[in-house]
């Protein structure tokens, strides 16, 4: 990042410059694009290239790279207008398999109960559960209905030995099955549910997704095969989220979530994340700088300074 007064900043800036200090290097810095940023440092044009440059073997053909110094993977960044799109996990999961299971079982026991306790009650307490068989099946199945949730209005009450089980059966069933829904559609309201209807590269085909160009980003998103409309820079695609253009940014995480804060509350990045990325300084192959700066870079993350600068910049 560059300060208005035009110094460059950064965790991989701060971590060049205490390496260039430990080897006595003198460095002139250079503002590149990243495609040319890349070339330059292929073509032996510079000798070092500090730009959160992720490792890959694809670069490894042209490039050098020095050990990882930091590891994160691909994030995802969303505009507010996602928003309404959060209870769709919601209603996936309430129309699914396993939880209309769970609602037929509980409508096959509520009927269940309230035929067993009218067979045994509709004689010998006719004023609850007599009159017409359907007026008897009637009341036994709102009796199991209050009884298995809990309710209990008492205003139906079992008089008979069997009538009785039955209701000691329900009432113990019913709170195994109570709890089980009442803990099933509380995880679905948490927090955790509404982050993402993107759990993984498969969801992203599902929306308009949008990367830089020449980047890990752009490979990955092409061998899981998701289109995506290319920016020149992150801080142009982050801008198409906010306004709707694109519903998904994919890009490194920790450069995610520094720009996101910058953004007003317009963009936030999602808990998900998606491939693994080591970052790492880029040099001519066969440099002869490379396992001098390996060592001190090694020397550097491994000290308190680098704890400090992690945090600085990347909170915790």
Same mark, same amino acid.
């Given at each position: 990042? +560059?300060?208005?007064?035009?110094?460059?900043?950064?965790l991989?800036?701060?971590l060049?410059r205490?390496?260039?200090?430990?080897?006595?290097? +003198?460095y002139?810095?250079?503002e590149?694009?990243?495609v040319s940023?890349?070339?330059?440092v292929a073509?032996g044009? =510079?000798?070092v290239?500090?730009s *959160?440059l992720?490792?890959?073997?694809e670069?490894?053909h042209?490039?050098?790279?020095?050990?990882a110094?930091?590891?994160s993977?691909?994030?995802i960044?969303?505009g507010?207008r996602?928003a309404?799109?959060?209870w769709?996990?919601?209603?996936?999961?309430?129309f699914s398999?396993g939880?209309l299971r769970?609602l037929l079982?509980?409508i096959?026991?509520l009927?269940?109960a309230g035929?067993?306790v009218?067979?045994f009650?509709?004689?010998?307490n006719?004023?609850?559960?007599?009159?017409s068989?359907?007026? *008897?099946?009637?009341?036994?199945?709102?009796?199991?209905?209050?009884t =298995?949730?809990?309710?209990?209005? *008492?205003?139906k009450?079992p008089?008979t030995?069997?009538?009785r089980?039955?209701?000691?059966v329900?009432?113990l069933?019913g709170i195994?099955?109570?709890?089980?829904?009442t803990?099933?559609?509380?995880?679905?309201l948490? =927090?955790g549910h509404?982050?993402? =209807?993107?759990h *993984?590269?498969?969801?992203l085909r599902k929306?308009?997704?949008?990367t830089m160009?020449a980047?890990?980003?752009?490979?990955?998103?092409?061998a899981v095969?998701v289109?995506?409309?290319l920016y020149?820079?992150?801080?142009?695609?982050?801008q198409?989220v906010?306004?709707g253009?694109i519903?998904?940014?994919v890009?490194d995480?920790?450069?995610l979530k520094?720009?996101?804060?910058?953004?007003?509350g317009k963009?936030q990045?999602?808990?998900?994340?998606?491939?693994?990325?080591?970052?790492?300084?880029?040099?001519?192959?066969?440099s002869p700088l490379l396992?001098?700066?390996?060592?001190?870079?090694?020397?550097?993350i491994s000290?308190p300074t680098?704890?400090?600068?992690e945090h600085h910049y990347l909170?915790?």
């Open positions: 990042m +560059k300060s208005d007064d035009g110094v460059w900043e950064g991989t800036i701060e060049w205490n390496i260039a200090t430990k080897l006595g290097l +003198k002139e810095l250079r590149m694009e990243y940023l890349l070339h330059a073509n044009e =510079v000798d290239a500090a *959160g992720t490792i890959t073997a670069r490894e042209t490039i050098d790279f020095t050990h110094f930091y590891s993977n691909l994030g960044a969303v507010n996602f309404h799109r959060r769709r996990p919601v209603f996936d999961a309430l398999t939880f769970a079982a509980l096959v026991l009927f269940a035929l067993a009218w067979v009650e509709w004689k010998r006719p004023n609850e559960f007599g009159g068989r359907a007026r *008897g099946l009637g009341s036994g199945l709102w009796w199991a209905a209050v =298995v949730t809990g309710v209990g209005y *008492g205003d009450v008089r030995l069997g009538g089980i039955v209701a000691l329900c009432i069933i195994v099955i109570i709890s089980s829904f803990a099933t559609i509380a995880s679905l948490t =927090v509404f982050q993402s =209807v993107i *993984g590269p498969e969801d929306f308009r997704v949008g160009q980047t890990t980003s752009e490979q990955y998103l092409r095969h289109s995506a409309r020149p820079s992150a801080h142009e695609c982050l198409a906010a306004h253009d519903d998904v940014f890009f995480e920790p450069i520094h720009l996101a804060n910058t953004m007003d963009v990045v999602l808990s998900t994340t998606l491939a693994r990325q080591d970052y790492g300084f880029a040099l001519p192959i066969n396992r001098s700066i390996d060592i001190a870079l090694l020397e550097e000290s680098w704890s400090s600068l909170g915790n």
